[in-house]
């Protein structure tokens, strides 16, 4: 999840000259986070309809060391640590193991994009790539794949596109969830924050349908994505990714204070549930969309490798200390979000509010990347008259979309491990061990080289297939019995 918290501001798109200015004039006024949606659209935008080269930024313009550590961080802490714990629980003792294997991968393959950006920037003499352009002249680089190589560079762009409206739909299903959880607790809510093992409600009130609340949220979105410049949202998103911090600071506070001595739980996970482990674990993982853009701003580039390290390094240990702990202090009973087992006193019920906040407001972030894509070669189609009516249609429409599946899927657990593993196995796992191949195929690719690249792309492919085959049968299997004993969702 530009995330969420992060992912929301790495969009990666790019090259309206008037908006890239206007962002650019906001970003230094308001921190980091409109910075990040210049890098984001910057890059996407340019490599589908735009000849133009693409400059960086001069050195004193360009970001520093520990302003790129903070996107990177931002870019990969979100939604999808709220769900680690469950991911743990499906994989049982394989998990904390299994996240640290999937970071080292992770981290590898965004190297690998980065090497592979700059040999390709050497030879055709470009400051630099972005992602979709990369996978484009690493096809032509190969004789029997030049002609299709457009397809590459559009096959990157729709798997964006899907990976970022896959974050809203998983945005109405959170809003949903917690906002339910907190209406129907709330004449029952107290100052002692007794430890809630399990995520079932003391319902106080009249309980609704979550997908009640998605369509109260819906005109609410609408409206958020009328925004006709970020940078009136600059101060909101300041805002939020403060108290989204706070609150996960408190989430591993509680976490932490209340594991149960002793302990006792399932050493190993079900087999047929580790596919979700996988989609979740590559949904919290796929930040590699911001990588070149932040690489392309730095003020040293050469510096971002290290600094790459650096950042995976301490998310890596984030996911694995929230997922261990949070599975520890909940056991069985783990949420799909682990806000959901949150205590019902006031400081927890806040910590869901804020949390909600934050993300609420990030929709708008993670929405402007399909938004830009989508809509302008739809309204480049009209009189001058029609476009702003068509872009509030369009808009309008891509929102009804997203909350539409989200009603079709109201179980966030599954709409987490089905983004992940649709989308982010590919962007993340799939196509940077290919790209490497194809990208020094001319100079020479060790045996080595190439079966470790194939190994990698076959687990994103193989946790691809068996992930979303899963998660598709739980959902039609939830749907039809019901919900497991240890749903996500309020009781």
């Known amino acids: 999840m530009l995330n969420e918290f992060g992912r929301t501001l790495l969009i990666e798109t790019g090259g309206f000259s008037g908006d890239t200015r206007e962002l650019q004039e906001t970003s230094n006024n308001h921190s980091y986070d409109l910075l990040y949606i210049q890098l984001y659209l910057s890059d996407i935008l340019r490599s589908i309809s735009s000849g133009r080269r693409y400059e960086r930024f001069g050195e004193q313009s360009g970001t520093t060391v520990l302003q790129t550590l903070i996107h990177i961080l931002k870019g990969n802490i979100g939604t999808g640590l709220l769900s680690l714990p469950l991911a743990v629980k499906n994989a049982g003792l394989l998990g904390p193991v299994s996240l640290l294997g999937m970071g080292i991968i992770a981290l590898h393959c965004m190297e690998v994009l980065v090497k592979c950006s700059h040999h390709l920037s050497a030879k055709l003499n470009r400051p630099s790539l972005t992602y979709s352009e990369a996978v484009q002249y690493g096809m032509e680089n190969v004789s029997w794949l030049r002609r299709h190589s457009h397809f590459g560079k559009q096959t990157v762009n729709l798997f964006l596109v899907i990976t970022q409206l896959g974050f809203c739909c998983v945005y109405f299903v959170f809003l949903s969830d917690n906002i339910k959880q907190v209406v129907e607790a709330a004449n029952a809510t107290t100052i002692s924050c007794q430890i809630n093992h399990t995520n079932q409600t003391q319902v106080s009130v009249p309980s609704f349908d979550s997908r009640i609340y998605m369509l109260f949220f819906l005109p609410a979105f609408v409206l958020l994505v009328f925004t006709p410049s970020l940078k009136y949202l600059a101060p909101l998103s300041l805002v939020a990714n403060v108290v989204m911090t706070l609150s996960l600071a408190l989430i591993y506070f509680y976490s932490v204070t209340n594991i149960r001595y002793p302990i006792d739980l399932p050493k190993v996970g079900r087999a047929r549930d580790y596919p979700l482990f996988f989609g979740t674990a590559i949904f919290a993982f796929e930040g590699i969309g911001v990588v070149l853009p932040l690489e392309n701003k730095m003020q040293k580039p050469k510096s971002f490798l290290w600094v790459l390290y650096l950042g995976m390094g301490t998310v890596t240990l984030l996911y694995i200390s929230l997922g261990t702990v949070g599975y520890m202090c909940f056991g069985a009973d783990i949420g799909g979000s682990i806000t959901l087992n949150l205590p019902n006193c006031w400081m927890y019920q806040a910590v ?13 972030l993670q929405f402007y990347v399909p938004a830009e894509i989508l809509i302008p070669p739809v309204v480049a189609r009209v009189s001058d008259s029609w476009k702003r009516p ?10 009804i979309f997203t909350c539409a599946l989200a009603i079709l899927i109201p179980m966030l657990d599954l709409v987490i491990s089905l983004v992940g593993s ?5 962007l993340a796992l ?4 290919l790209l490497q191949i194809l990208t020094f195929h001319r100079e020479g690719v060790s045996p080595l ?6 190994l990698i792309s076959l687990i994103g492919f193989v946790g691809f297939v068996s992930g979303t085959y899963v998660a598709i049968h739980q959902i039609i299997s939830r749907s039809t019995h019901g919900p497991e004993e240890a749903s996500y969702g309020v009781q």
């Open 430 to 433: 799939i196509f940077p061990p």
């Open 449 to 454: 080289v190439v079966l470790k690249n194939v």
């Open 422 to 426: 649709v989308s982010s196995s590919f």
């Open 390 to 399: 068509v872009d509030l249609l369009l808009r309008t429409s891509l929102v």
């Open 352 to 364: 869901k509010l804020l949390y909600c906040f934050g993300i609420f407001i990030t929709f708008a």
